[in-house]
T-cell receptor
Framework: NAGVTQTPKFQVLKTGQSMTLQCAQD?????MSWYRQDPGMGLRLIHY???????DQGEVPNGYNVSRSTTEDFPLRLLSAAPSQTSVYFC??????????????????FGNGTRLTVT | EDQVTQSPEALRLQEGESSSLNCSYT??????LFWYRQDPGKGPEFLFT?????EEKEKERLKATLTKKESFLHITAPKPEDSATYLC???????????WGLGTSLAVNP
């Protein structure tokens, strides 16, 4: 039981390049989300999904795309990387999501993050 | 504005020296307050959920309490392995969002 698996662990991109951060979970959680963590800013929600085929924007969605074709996977795409996207990215999952409403009665389970540097 | 503030930003303790971390919030319609522990290079790890004022939860040397305005994470006789950043998050507010504090970085010296 791996929980939440993120790949890669580290990535360096040049400005303008695109890439996909992978997130896979084996806990059968409905809710999946992407956060970025920056010093002095804390955790900020980028995008989230309450089930396959359903995604929505979080607090800082610009420059990122997501899709959810299966329960297990929730990739995050950077369309054209910018230095402002240098950050640590975390995928988090949770139980009990309902359509368009998030039930937080269950805790979030986080992956170990992807450290992205954009030069 | 919905806000979660954690204090202190950093705390250094000697092994065995008990203390408390604070999470104060101005969030309407509290639906839950969460404590997480984050080790360097890792994702946050869930510790506790508190739902209503007066509620308390315990796990080993940690005890979390909740009032209508704040939560405390009490650490009794800490050990070096308790060193980590402790994050507080509150679910509530007009948009029913999860609002995160910036964390308290705890260092316990042997």
């Amino acid at each position: 039981n791996a929980g939440v698996t993120q790949t890669p662990k580290f990535q360096v991109l040049k400005t303008g390049q695109s890439m996909t951060l992978q997130c896979a979970q084996d806990m059968n959680h409905e809710y999946m989300s992407w956060y970025r963590q920056d010093p002095g800013m804390g955790l900020r929600l980028i995008h989230y999904s309450v089930g396959a085929g359903i995604t929505d924007q979080g607090e800082v969605p610009n420059g990122y795309n997501v899709s959810r074709s299966t329960t297990e996977d929730f990739p995050l795409r950077l369309l054209s990387a910018a230095p402002s996207q240098t950050s640590v990215y975390f995928c988090a999952t949770g139980r009990g999501a309902r359509v368009r409403l998030i039930s937080y009665n269950s805790p979030l389970h986080f992956g170990n993050g992807t450290r992205l540097t954009v030069t | 504005e919905d806000q979660v503030t954690q204090s202190p930003e950093a705390l250094r303790l000697q092994e065995g020296e008990s203390s408390s971390l604070n999470c104060s919030y101005t969030v309407s319609g509290l639906r839950g307050l969460f404590w997480y522990r984050q080790d360097p290079g890792k994702g946050p790890e869930f510790l506790f959920t508190l739902y209503s004022a007066g509620e308390e939860k315990e796990k080993e040397r940690l005890k979390a309490t909740l009032t209508k305005k704040e939560s405390f994470l009490h650490i009794t006789a800490p050990k070096p392995e308790d060193s980590a950043t402790y994050l507080c998050a509150v679910h509530g507010g007009n948009n029913r969002k999860l609002i995160w504090g910036l964390g308290t970085s705890l260092a316990v010296n042997p």
